[in-house]
Nanobody
Framework: VQLQASGGGLVQPGGSLRLSCAAS????????MGWYRQAPGKERELVATITPNGRPAYGDSVKGRFTISRDNPKNTLYLQMNSLKPEDTAVYYCNAYRPLLQMNSWGKGTQVTVSS
């Protein structure tokens, strides 16, 4: 199982970034895909998830600002982040959850820093 996240970086408050996560073909289509984040000194928290047929769900802190999407033929997950705030600063992780196997897979994180 491979999950490779990319797209992080430094952005000013109010700016935008798009994260991508390339996944192994054998798991992507059957997984609930998600983004989680972890800020220094804090626990990992849910950002957003999306089912195999495209139904999204969001954490309260990002509703209305972030959009999760998936491209099943390309085995790629996306997170469009708009109106970024300093409190969005964290390492963002891609996750694949296979419900029938009750198995979670995590990729290496990508750092997002929101600062002026």
């Amino acid at each position: 199982v491979q999950l490779q996240a990319s797209g992080g970086g430094l952005v000013q408050p109010g700016g935008s970034l798009r994260l991508s996560c390339a996944a192994s073909a054998n798991i992507f289509s059957i997984s609930i895909m998600g983004w989680y984040r972890q800020a220094p000194g804090k626990e990992r928290e849910l950002v957003a998830t999306i089912t195999p047929n495209g139904r999204p769900a969001y954490g309260d802190s990002v509703k209305g600002r972030f959009t999760i999407s998936r491209d099943n033929p390309k085995n790629t997950l996306y997170l469009q982040m708009n109106s970024l705030k300093p409190e969005d600063t964290a390492v963002y992780y891609c996750n694949a959850y296979r419900p029938l196997l009750q198995m979670n897979s995590w990729g290496k994180g990508t750092q997002v820093t929101v600062s002026s």
